[in-house]
């Protein structure tokens, strides 16, 4: 039971539904493989689950036949599209199953228990939830009338869970408006809900972890690492195992006093000391 409610939370996030057709948009090879095995839980024949790599790789084929345990058949390549820049391959799962539709449709209009929310919240974090290195997840919609009211409804659903967020509030960036918080509790979201995503999941435990020491990074532990090689603020702080804030403290220090330099490309920063000509 609790896998299925995941999978709705992973369908609300990343999917869509008609009257015959579940789907689920991703690219997580954790949550498209669990998002497989559930399925296949529930006795739906092979034949009827497809996958369509938005790529022109046919190696990829293979790969994800493996990944995801589906016979070679059941995948194909598509052409990708989409304007938006990923890092890896995205895949959309097409499940054909009137049954499969309506039991979804259901579940995703009633009324949940609080065992049921945990994992329903799981599955929907999974897909629309983000660690984000300075000590909290964002949960975040686009900005309509739906956005806001799913966006209103996880705050509460937590509130319900005593874990601690934000109020919910609109932010705009160049491209679109998206409605959001902050969840702050992190260990109370791990211990209640967590992650399936193992990326995901990885990086919670060691955000918490870095931000239970709070330690300081040095100068000279610093400036030994992006001697070797330019670094961003993330590849920073796994290798000197400190907190956003505090490593940008004292980044922003040798900035000032000419010890290291920052290059800004997009929303990324890259420090690198004042001797590199160059960096990758």
């Not at 290798?239 to 006093?257: D, E, T």
């Amino acid at each position: 039971m609790g896998d299925f409610h995941w999978l709705a939370g992973i369908v609300r996030g990343d999917g869509y539904i008609d009257d015959r057709h579940v789907e689920i948009y991703n690219s997580s090879p954790s949550i498209l493989r669990k998002s497989v095995q559930t399925i296949q839980k529930l006795s739906i024949q092979p034949i009827r689950v497809k996958v369509d790599i938005y790529s022109t790789d046919a190696s990829l084929v293979l790969k994800w036949s493996k990944i995801l345990e589906l016979p070679k058949a059941c995948i194909r390549l598509r052409e990708n599209t989409s304007p938006w820049a990923t890092n890896s391959e995205k895949l959309r799962i097409r499940v054909s199953s009137k049954k499969l539709a309506e039991r979804m449709d259901l579940l995703l209009k009633k009324e949940l228990s609080s065992d049921e929310v945990k994992s329903f919240l799981r599955g929907l974090f999974d897909a629309e939830g983000s660690v984000d290195i300075k000590g909290y997840i964002e949960f975040k919609q686009v900005a309509n009338k739906e956005g806001k009211i799913l966006v209103t409804k996880v705050r509460d659903y937590l509130a319900m869970l005593n874990i601690s967020c934000t109020n919910p509030k609109m932010k705009k960036d160049t491209l679109k408006k998206d409605f959001y918080f902050y969840v702050k509790d992190l260990e109370g979201y791990r211990r209640a809900i967590n992650f399936a995503d193992e990326d995901k999941r990885e990086k919670l435990d060691f955000v918490i972890n870095v931000y239970k020491k709070r330690r300081k990074p040095s100068e000279e532990e610093l400036l030994l690492m992006l001697q070797k090689k330019p670094a961003k603020i993330l590849d920073i702080m796994l290798k000197v195992a400190c907190p956003y804030y505090n490593v940008r403290y004292v980044l922003y220090r040798m900035i000032k006093n000419g010890k290291i330099t920052c290059i800004k490309s997009g929303n990324q920063n890259t420090y690198l000391t004042t001797r590199q000509t160059r960096y990758p």
